[in-house]
């Protein structure tokens, strides 16, 4: 192989957000890697390899199609010479187990994927590549300005220059980062906020930070005891700025003392503070010491709570506990937006899977699975992100729905059935509910809510309609009429005799008869 070239690795999962997170954890070409395909099973990843000849492959273990055992078995027995990486949940230890019988390399636990551990996975296993030389990570270039101080600091490079050159330029004890979002970019109303926070400070040095990731930041350096005047003037200047009609979210991240933890503090407090904007989507400006308090209780959602449920065709009381699920969760605002997507999104597979093992046409939902997670991922803000939750939901319930009007439609015949044939038996709603395998007071409910009038209405109503034939027929006396049509008490039968038809049985008998 050729010296001093990138890395190249193949990542294969069937989850677009595992794919998604993985790509987005490490700057690869920076540390020698790149990307050269992505795949969601064992067959796409074969034909990967075959066209892009990788040095790693990430895979997942349990994939449809092949899953990770027998695509590292593929691998082996034809590309001996690539390297494979197991991703791996904490219950398929026996899986693992067996491909390192086959020879691979590393293996990672999904709930433990971050930046650091991948990277050390991908460099461990590329020491093992014979004449494998990574790209070379650019020189350390000669000091020149804070600017370059800055930008390699942030940058993870430690250089070797003295402390003396940094209090040079920033002589106060204190640091903290200020970072500004916007829904675009617009680079004088940046100036603008530039000059407007150095006017509220004379002895404050302020310095503006590259813009990385979408985020204009700014670099305080002040004494101990300035601190309050920084938030009184953020939140100032920011109100001042509202009549703009461009949207601006403000973080002013915790003060800390050591310079060179200025990456840190970007990448973790800053970050993190203008991450909330995601759920808190009515807030604007961010200060460390003074967010929203948070929920007492995490929100927890109980996947076999809810699966019961949802297999006992409780439906509604399964999305009711979907909607309180995320609208608990979407006060939890300090937990990382890449969670939040991923639990939605498993919401999405779960469903798909549990209408499929219930019997219900679950295909095209099966089909447009991953279209819902690509938009949940794309989500901008929590509330939007779970709208498209909404929306799934939605399509589900026209599934159940359709299927259930069916089904009860079915059902509710065959109980009209039962009681216009054993109407003059003594039914019950338990008799009922044994018969059909119903319990007495959800019968009595699906009963009304299915065919808009009660059992017990309905049984008197078949009752009297009989009795009425038999009472113009003029032969049985009352009484045995009665007693043919289910009522064993005589008299209660003349009270409800009458409230259905205005007479009583000897008057209604009368009536018709004379008309004979």
Same mark, same amino acid.
């Given at each position: 192989?050729? !010296?001093n070239?990138?890395?190249?690795?193949?990542?294969?999962?069937?989850?677009?957000?595992? =794919?998604? *997170?993985?790509?987005?954890?490490?700057?690869?070409?920076?540390? *020698?890697?790149?990307?050269? #395909?992505?795949?969601?099973? *064992?067959?796409?990843?074969?034909?990967?390899?075959?066209?892009?000849?990788p040095?790693?492959?990430?895979?997942?273990?349990v994939?449809?199609?092949?899953?990770?055992?027998?695509?590292t078995?593929?691998?082996?027995?034809?590309?001996?010479?690539?390297?494979?990486?197991i991703?791996?949940?904490?219950?398929?230890?026996?899986?693992?187990?067996? &491909?390192?019988?086959?020879?691979?390399?590393?293996?990672?636990?999904?709930?433990?994927?971050?930046?650091?551990?991948?990277?050390?996975s991908?460099q461990?296993?590329?020491?093992?590549?014979?004449?494998?030389?990574?790209?070379?990570? +650019?020189?350390n270039?000669?000091?020149?300005?804070?600017? #370059?101080?800055?930008?390699? /600091?942030?940058?993870?490079?430690e250089?070797e220059?003295?402390?003396?050159? /940094?209090?040079?330029?920033?002589?106060?004890?204190y640091?903290?980062?200020?970072?500004?979002?916007?829904?675009?970019e617009?680079?004088?109303?940046?100036?603008?906020?530039?000059?407007?926070?150095?006017?509220?400070?004379?002895?404050?040095?302020?310095?503006?930070?590259?813009?990385?990731?979408?985020?204009?930041a700014?670099?305080f350096?002040?004494?101990?005891?300035?601190?309050?005047?920084?938030?009184e003037?953020?939140?100032m200047? +920011?109100?001042?700025? &509202?009549?703009?009609?461009?949207?601006?979210?403000?973080?002013?991240?915790?003060?800390?003392?050591?310079?060179?933890?200025?990456?840190?503090?970007?990448?973790?407090?800053l970050?993190?503070?203008?991450?909330?904007?995601?759920?808190?989507?009515?807030?604007?400006?961010?200060?460390?010491?003074?967010?929203?308090?948070?929920?007492?209780v995490?929100?927890?959602?109980?996947? +076999?709570?809810?699966?019961?449920?949802f297999? =006992?065709?409780?439906?509604?009381?399964?999305?009711?506990?979907?909607?309180?699920?995320?609208?608990?969760?979407?006060?939890?605002? &300090?937990?990382?937006?890449?969670?939040?997507?991923?639990?939605?999104?498993?919401? /999405?597979? !779960?469903?798909?899977?549990?209408?499929?093992?219930?019997?219900? #046409?679950?295909?095209?939902?099966? =089909?447009?699975?991953?279209?819902y997670?690509?938009?949940?991922?794309?989500?901008? $803000?929590?509330? &939007?992100?779970?709208?498209?939750?909404?929306?799934?939901?939605?399509?589900?319930?026209?599934?159940?729905?359709?299927?259930?009007?069916?089904?009860?439609?079915?059902?509710?015949?065959?109980?009209?059935?039962?009681?216009d044939?054993?109407?003059?038996?003594?039914?019950?709603?338990?008799?009922?509910?044994?018969?059909?395998h119903?319990?007495? $007071?959800?019968?009595?409910?699906?009963?009304? #809510?299915?065919?808009?009038?009660g059992? $017990?209405?309905?049984?008197?109503?078949?009752?009297?309609?009989?009795?009425?034939?038999?009472?113009?027929? *003029?032969?049985?006396p009352?009484?045995?009429?009665?007693?043919?049509?289910?009522?064993?008490d005589? $008299?209660?039968?003349?009270?409800?005799?009458?409230?259905?038809?205005?007479?009583?049985?000897?008057?209604?008998?009368?009536?018709?008869?004379?008309? =004979?």
């Amino acid at each position: 192989m050729a !010296n001093n070239q990138f890395c190249k690795v193949l990542i294969v999962d069937d989850e677009l957000l595992i =794919r998604q *997170g993985i790509k987005h954890s490490i700057d690869w070409e920076k540390e *020698g890697f790149q990307i050269i #395909d992505e795949a969601t099973n *064992g067959e796409e990843a074969l034909a990967s390899i075959d066209k892009n000849q990788p040095h790693i492959v990430i895979t997942d273990m349990v994939m449809p199609v092949m899953d990770g055992e027998m695509l590292t078995k593929e691998i082996k027995d034809k590309y001996p010479e690539i390297e494979i990486i197991i991703l791996s949940s904490f219950g398929e230890f026996d899986y693992v187990r067996n &491909t390192f019988q086959l020879g691979v390399s590393d293996y990672i636990l999904k709930p433990q994927l971050e930046g650091t551990s991948l990277l050390t996975s991908l460099q461990k296993t590329a020491k093992k590549i014979p004449g494998l030389i990574l790209q070379e990570k +650019a020189d350390n270039a000669t000091v020149n300005s804070i600017d #370059d101080v800055i930008n390699r /600091v942030m940058a993870g490079e430690e250089i070797e220059e003295n402390q003396s050159f /940094v209090e040079d330029y920033f002589p106060h004890k204190y640091y903290c980062l200020l970072g500004l979002t916007f829904h675009n970019e617009n680079d004088s109303l940046i100036k603008k906020i530039e000059e407007q926070l150095k006017k509220s400070f004379t002895q404050i040095y302020i310095k503006r930070l590259p813009k990385k990731q979408n985020i204009s930041a700014f670099l305080f350096n002040f004494e101990q005891g300035q601190a309050q005047a920084i938030k009184e003037s953020i939140r100032m200047t +920011a109100t001042s700025l &509202t009549f703009t009609d461009e949207k601006i979210v403000w973080g002013l991240a915790e003060p800390f003392e050591d310079f060179f933890q200025i990456k840190r503090a970007y990448q973790i407090d800053l970050m993190k503070l203008l991450n909330y904007h995601f759920y808190l989507v009515d807030e604007k400006i961010f200060i460390y010491d003074a967010l929203p308090n948070l929920p007492t209780v995490e929100a927890s959602f109980q996947l +076999a709570k809810f699966t019961e449920l949802f297999q =006992r065709r409780q439906f509604e009381e399964a999305f009711s506990y979907i909607e309180s699920f995320t609208e608990k969760l979407m006060q939890q605002y &300090t937990q990382d937006e890449f969670t939040f997507k991923s639990l939605l999104g498993n919401i /999405v597979f !779960n469903i798909v899977i549990l209408l499929g093992n219930m019997g219900y #046409d679950n295909k095209r939902l099966d =089909r447009e699975k991953y279209h819902y997670i690509a938009l949940i991922e794309e989500g901008k $803000s929590a509330p &939007t992100t779970v709208a498209v939750l909404t929306q799934f939901l939605q399509e589900v319930i026209f599934i159940v729905e359709n299927v259930e009007e069916k089904s009860n439609q079915s059902n509710m015949q065959k109980l009209l059935d039962y009681i216009d044939q054993y109407y003059a038996e003594p039914l019950t709603l338990a008799e009922m509910g044994e018969k059909f395998h119903y319990n007495p $007071s959800y019968l009595s409910k699906y009963f009304s #809510d299915n065919h808009h009038q009660g059992f $017990s209405e309905y049984l008197n109503q078949m009752r009297i309609k009989k009795s009425m034939e038999l009472l113009r027929e *003029g032969k049985d006396p009352i009484a045995k009429i009665s007693m043919r049509v289910g009522y064993s008490d005589h $008299s209660y039968f003349c009270r409800v005799f009458k409230n259905f038809t205005g007479y009583s049985p000897s008057s209604y008998r009368r009536k018709h008869v004379h008309k =004979r």
